[in-house]
Structure formats: structure tokens, C-alpha cells
């Protein structure tokens, strides 16, 4: 499986402000890039997703951006609130049932 | 109450031992997977399965067994043979819909060793 290359490796936001998180992947068979937030101790949670026929989507306060071309994609956490913190991997997986290829993973703290 | 159930949440292993990690899953879903997770490494797969009595190895497979004799159950087995076992393991079950490869997660073990 190739990689997903995300960035950085930890972010530190003020309350109210945004939060920025960038992925990069290879394969250019990739179809499907979701975003998952995970709190210590738990399983990751699906947060938003995107397919690359469009290029972007929003959900309350999260937006996924992608360009198709520079493979890449980001994830913006609006108004950022001390629970939003967390860490958060980007992945990427290609059509049907198939396994996710993970980012490393941020881990973001939303200070008051 | 639907999703995907681990079991144990803690589990300690001794040194030869092998240990089987429970998975259950009542999403009615065809794929299973099973994901390590340790520190700063992301979550790297071990096995899937995407029907019953198949299943196919990830990138980390070696120490590690599984099968899939139900559509609900993919239980993982760490063996002897796995030398860095501690780690936090993580079952995830999905279904292709709608052109979206959505994947669940259960809650987790986190394994050790005594």
C-alpha cells in the first residue's frame, strides 16, 4: 500500500481560531479520503469524507479541501473548541470494500 | 444497540503465550480489518477480510493469525512469535455504499506484556 503523508505531527490553536491539517498521498487510485478524530482510549470516529470529483466539503465547522492535481488534501477546523482536541488522521482508500491507508496522525490541543 | 464490539478492553500477555483478541460486529457488514496502533505510527493493518472463509494479510502480518468463520466474528490471535506485541489494537468493520468506503471502529484492546 503506499503512503499517506500528513502534517504536522501536532498542533497547538487558540480558542476560536482555525486548525489546518494536510495530507499528501501517491496513489492516484485512490477514490475515497475520509477524516477520522480519535480521543485517548477510544476508536476512531469518521468525521467527513470526500471523493475526488469535487473539491470541497463542509460540515458544521469542518471543511475538507482537495486538489486533485497536487494529490493533496486538508482538513479546517473552524472556531476550534477545547473539544476538538484530539488527534486526527487523514487516510485514503480506493473503490469497494477496501482497507483505509492512515496519515500518522495530529494531534491537535485547543487552548483557552 | 448497534456497532462493533472488542473485547477484553485490557489484556496482558506472558512471555510464548499466544492470545486471541474478540471482535464482534452487528452492522450486517462484509469487510472486517484488523489495525495496530502504537505511538507517533498511525494506525498500520494486519489482516482483512472482505468475505467469510477468506481473508488476506496487510502489512504487518507476521506473528499474527485470524479467522473468519462468521460474517460477524473476526477474532485476531497475537502468537509467540510476535516479539512486540504492546500495542493498542483496533477492529473496524465497512460497507460500500453510495460510492463511500465508510469503516467503523470499535473502541479497542490494549495489549501488554507481563
Known amino acids: 500500500q503506499q503512503q499517506v503523508k500528513q502534517s504536522p505531527q501536532s498542533l497547538i490553536v487558540q480558542k476560536g481560531g482555525i486548525s489546518i491539517i494536510n495530507c499528501a498521498y501517491e496513489n492516484t487510485a485512490f477514490d475515497y479520503f475520509p477524516w477520522y478524530q480519535q480521543f485517548p482510549g477510544k476508536g476512531p470516529a469518521l468525521l467527513i469524507a470526500i471523493r475526488p470529483d469535487v473539491s470541497e466539503k463542509k460540515e458544521g465547522r469542518f471543511t475538507i479541501s482537495f486538489n486533485k492535481s497536487a494529490k493533496q488534501f486538508s482538513l479546517h477546523i473552524m472556531d476550534s473548541q477545547p473539544g476538538d482536541s484530539a488527534t486526527y488522521f487523514c487516510a485514503a482508500s480506493m473503490a469497494g470494500n477496501t482497507p483505509l491507508v492512515f496519515g500518522k496522525g495530529t494531534r491537535l490541543s485547543v487552548i483557552a | 444497540d448497534g456497532g462493533i464490539t472488542q473485547s477484553p478492553k485490557y489484556l496482558f500477555r506472558k512471555e510464548g503465550q499466544n492470545v486471541t483478541l474478540s471482535c464482534e460486529q452487528n452492522?450486517?457488514?462484509?469487510?472486517m480489518y484488523w489495525y495496530r496502533q502504537d505511538p507517533g505510527q498511525g494506525l498500520r493493518l494486519i489482516y482483512y477480510s472482505q468475505i467469510v472463509n477468506d481473508f488476506q494479510k496487510g502489512d504487518i502480518a507476521e506473528g499474527y493469525s485470524v479467522s473468519r468463520e462468521k460474517k460477524e466474528s473476526f477474532p485476531l490471535t497475537v502468537t509467540s512469535a510476535q516479539k512486540n506485541p504492546t500495542a493498542f489494537y483496533l477492529c473496524?468493520?465497512?460497507?460500500?455504499?453510495?460510492?463511500?468506503?465508510?469503516?467503523?471502529f470499535g473502541a479497542g484492546t490494549r495489549l501488554s506484556v507481563l
Open positions: 473496524a468493520s465497512s460497507i460500500w455504499a453510495l460510492a463511500k468506503n465508510i469503516q467503523y
Open positions: 452492522l450486517n457488514h462484509d469487510a
